[in-house]
């Protein structure tokens, strides 16, 4: 029944995938698009405002600055929604801007260390890099969230067989019940369990109190 359960939950979680994959490139093309033409036009007509009050120059360089700044907004949530990064570079390269950001996000009080062996090139399937990302940003963003952490070690491995293995540790509080989550926790772990599985993988964890969880 489980088996059953995490496969009728992976097609959900690609449906959802796809959803936002359209979401975002509905919103580079429309919305980003208008404000694209917004800003050409009144960066010509900044041309034409000499006479303006000071004070109005004022004000409307700042609502241009305002509306650039949407702009960027927009199409840094397109790309992420898209996961962009991750087509052009790789499952690797998005991982080290993973790193990158958690510390910027916790004002460096949470370091982030990446190990990879065997990946010397990236893997030929975008799905797997793709799922592979999802499970890491899942576990990161829980110990973000509960684990009350410094620490977070991420390793993945390529065999020459062609085996995965992938371990996400953090030095936090641990002592963490797996199977008895809250609700909230508990379809955040399912998430995972559901990518994994379609990965043809198997998924451990261990938690200790007071000395951190591995996934």
Do not use: C, W
């Not at 990879?116 to 890491?136: A, H, Q, Y």
Request: net charge positive; aromatic share 6%; no cysteine.
């Amino acid at each position: 029944i489980k088996q059953l359960d995490l496969k009728t939950k992976y097609a959900q979680l690609r449906g959802q995938d796809e959803a936002r994959r359209k979401m975002a490139a509905d919103m580079h093309e429309s919305l980003g698009g208008t404000l694209s033409a917004i800003i050409l036009y009144l960066s010509r007509l900044s041309k034409k405002i000499d006479y303006v009050e000071e004070k109005n120059k004022q004000r409307y360089n700042e609502a241009f600055d305002m509306l650039r700044q949407a702009h960027e907004q927009v199409r840094t949530i397109s790309k992420d929604m898209t996961n962009a990064n991750l087509v052009k570079y790789g499952l690797i390269a998005e991982l080290k801007d993973l790193a990158k950001r958690i510390e910027r996000i916790m004002d460096e009080k949470l370091k982030v260390e990446l190990h990879v062996e065997g990946l010397e090139k990236r893997i030929n399937n975008f799905r797997v890099e793709d799922d592979i990302f999802k499970v890491v940003h899942e576990i990161t963003n829980n110990v973000m969230k509960h684990a009350e952490a410094s620490k977070i070690i991420i390793h993945i491995k390529k065999t020459p067989q062609g085996q995965l293995f992938l371990t996400v540790e953090d030095n936090g509080r641990g002592g963490i019940d797996f199977s008895n989550l809250p609700e909230e926790s508990g379809i955040g772990l399912m998430n995972i369990e559901a990518r994994v599985n379609e990965l043809g993988g198997k998924i451990n964890y261990q938690s200790i109190k007071n000395e951190g969880t591995k996934v």
